[in-house]
């Protein structure tokens, strides 16, 4: 089993990769941004509570997606788990190494996504989603073969994000810079760091990453 973190800012091509590694190999995928969507669609007090947050672009408190992680970390993680979008600042590093070590897992690498932010206002300004398989399309570079049916599940429930706008997408990288790219630092002191190119064409990506993990694992 082999665990990961895919580090870098909105856009970058962080979930669409995640989904590469569960179709491929089996990982789990864990998505910090998906379980808060999750919950403000189910509309539980904690959805209620983030939805004006993530709106605005800030990001929510570390208590709330520590918690979220804690649960979904409890056994039977087969192949290992990508975390995705999580984490996002210091003290979730920190929370996120504690709760490996308890767990008697351990963390195999964090592979930085490199996008520049003028590539990053077209990703996402272009992004939408099948809400019935969370398949990640794009306008541009992965449009569905036939317009607004999923090529996965044959849904034609597409979905945009509220805050996949450029105002949002300025406030979000402003975040991105202050509290999370500090991670960067963090996790190349302690060896872990990987850095991809995350200009390159989709399957091109997916492969780099895919060398990094089979040269770490097993
Ligand atoms: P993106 O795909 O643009 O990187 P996500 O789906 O990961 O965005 O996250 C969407 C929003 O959810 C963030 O802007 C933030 O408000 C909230 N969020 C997600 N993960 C975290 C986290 N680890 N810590 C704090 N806030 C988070
Ligand atoms: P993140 O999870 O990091 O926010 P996504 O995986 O949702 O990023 O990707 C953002 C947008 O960019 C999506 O519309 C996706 O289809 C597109 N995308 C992802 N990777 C690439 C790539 N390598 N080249 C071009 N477009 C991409
Ligand atoms: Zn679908």
Same mark, same amino acid.
């Given at each position: 089993?082999?665990?990961?973190? *895919?580090?870098? &800012?909105?856009?970058?091509?962080? =979930?669409? %990769?995640?989904?590469?590694l569960? $179709?491929?190999?089996?990982?789990? %995928?864990? @998505? ?5 969507r ?7 007090e ?6 004006d947050?993530? @709106?605005?672009?800030? !990001? ?7 918690? *979220? ?7 039977? %993680? ?5 975390? $995705?979008?999580? &984490?996002?600042?210091?003290? %979730? ?5 504690? *709760? ?6 351990? #963390? ?8 520049? $932010? ?24 992965? &449009?569905?073969?036939? &317009? ?6 044959? @849904? ?11 105002? @949002? #997408? ?12 500090? *991670? ?6 302690? =060896? $872990? !760091? ?12 997916? +492969? ?6 089979? +040269?770490?694992?097993?």
């Amino acid at each position: 089993m082999i665990n990961i973190i *895919l580090l870098g &800012p909105p856009g970058a091509g962080k =979930g669409t %990769q995640a989904r590469k590694l569960v $179709d491929d190999r089996g990982m789990v %995928q864990l @998505s910090t941004g998906d379980m808060l969507r999750e919950a403000m669609a189910a509309g539980t007090e904690m959805g209620r509570r983030v939805a004006d947050v993530m @709106s605005r672009g800030e !990001l929510v408190t570390d208590e709330i997606v520590i918690g *979220l992680i804690e649960e979904k970390i409890t056994g039977g %993680q087969g192949a290992g788990f990508i975390f $995705d979008g999580f &984490p996002r600042t210091l003290p %979730q590093a920190d929370a996120l190494g504690e *709760l490996l070590t308890r767990r008697g897992l351990r #963390l195999d690498a964090v592979i930085e996504m490199r996008v520049d $932010d003028a590539a990053l206002v077209a990703r996402i300004t272009g992004r939408f989603t099948c809400g019935a398989c969370g398949e990640v399309y794009h306008d541009a570079t992965h &449009p569905t073969a036939k &317009p607004g049916v999923c090529d996965v599940c044959g @849904s034609t429930d597409m979905r945009r994000r509220a805050d996949d706008n450029e105002d @949002s #997408l300025k406030l979000r990288l402003m975040e991105y810079y202050k509290k999370t790219a500090p *991670l960067i630092g963090y996790y190349y002191a302690r =060896g $872990d !760091l990987f850095t991809v190119d995350g200009l390159g064409e989709i399957d091109a990506v997916g +492969a780099e990453i895919t060398r990094i993990i089979d +040269a770490r694992c097993c």
